[in-house]
């Protein structure tokens, strides 16, 4: 089946302007996260979703930075003014959260990522 | 605030030797998992460890779960070429908190 897409993967702007990243996460996945990636380092947790509710967005770095998921599926993370120490790899993971009286599992997947450049 | 802190950061080891990366956290988990991720590409699952002093094996892979939940490791017996990558553990804390260890990234010289 199709895993977590992302789009664009590949994303270069120049300083001040706006940009937006998608995700399409697995269908029927309640949660979705998002993650920021720099050269070399783990990734750093920006903002988490369980369906349409942004549960935690204590990781976002700036007010700069803005994440929604309107319909509970899709969702876009939007970076505005952008500025240099905002390029990095941006990673979706969406997971399933598992029925009542099994096991919880949080498995997450994650999507190829955005990689954005700001020059 | 809680970190967790992953070592060693690099790991150079001939084709057939073993490997092991361990993952300490400042604070206990209520679980921890281990994602890898090869160059270029994005982290994948490789298991999840909720019990205290819990061990699991996959194939050639080992994971441990310290007794105080506080920390972690993966060990690798006789490496292959395919083992080449980034190996992060993630903890999540009583709080719900998602952490990331720097990771490992493991060079495997045939």
């Known amino acids: 089946g199709a895993g977590v897409s992302q789009s664009p993967r590949y994303k270069v702007a120049k300083r001040g302007q706006d940009v937006a990243l998608r995700c399409d996460p697995i269908?029927?996945?309640?949660?979705l996260f998002w993650y920021q990636q720099a050269l070399g380092q783990g990734p750093e947790f920006l903002t988490y979703?369980?369906?349409?509710?942004?549960?935690?967005k204590s990781g976002l770095p700036s007010d700069r930075f803005f994440a929604e998921r309107p319909e509970g599926s899709v969702s876009t993370l939007k970076i505005q003014r952008t500025q240099q120490e905002d390029s990095a790899v941006y990673l979706c993971?969406?997971?399933?959260?598992?029925?009542?009286?099994?096991?919880?599992?949080?498995?997450?997947?994650f999507g190829p990522g955005t990689r954005l450049t700001v020059t | 605030g809680q970190q967790v802190m992953q070592i060693p950061q690099y790991q150079h080891v001939q084709e057939g030797e073993d490997f092991t990366t361990y993952c300490n956290s400042s604070?206990?988990?209520?679980?921890i998992q281990w994602y890898k991720q090869r160059p270029g590409g994005h982290p994948v699952f490789l298991i999840q460890?909720?019990?205290?002093?819990e061990v699991k094996k996959q194939k050639r892979l080992t994971f441990q779960f310290g007794e105080a939940k506080k920390n972690s490791s993966l060990h690798i017996t006789a490496t292959q070429t395919t083992d080449v990558g980034t190996y992060f553990c993630?903890?999540?804390?009583?709080?719900?908190?998602?952490?990331f260890g720097q990771g490992t990234t493991l060079q495997v010289k045939p």
């Open positions: 993971a969406s997971s399933l959260v598992t029925p009542v009286g099994r096991a919880p599992t949080y498995e997450q997947y």
């Open positions: 993630r903890g999540s804390g009583n709080t719900g908190k998602l952490i």
């Open positions: 269908s029927g996945h309640v949660s």
């Open positions: 604070t206990t988990l209520s679980n």
């Open positions: 460890l909720v019990k205290s002093g």
């Open positions: 979703f369980q369906n349409e509710a942004q549960l935690d």
